[in-house]
């Protein structure tokens, strides 16, 4: 799973927060994405991609 590998990859380098694990991460990513696809292709409405990357940017740190 692509998700998973990079979420562990994140993990390794200390790069997630808090105690979120890389599958409890990966989870979240993947509902997110899934969500966002169904709602934005029922609603053909790109507020719905921009809320999907507010709550991803709230869910990960900055990697800056």
């Known amino acids: 799973d692509l998700l998973l590998a990079a979420a562990e990859q994140a993990h390794a380098a200390g790069q997630l927060p808090g ?17 966002t696809n169904v709602t934005f ?12 990357r507010a709550l991803i940017a709230a869910l990960l740190p900055d990697p800056a």
Do not use: C, K, S, Y
Request: net charge negative.
């Open 41 to 52: 292709i029922l609603h053909d409405d790109p507020r719905h991609l921009a809320q999907a």
């Open 19 to 35: 105690d979120a694990t890389p599958e409890q991460t990966a989870f979240h990513l993947a509902a997110i994405l899934a969500g």
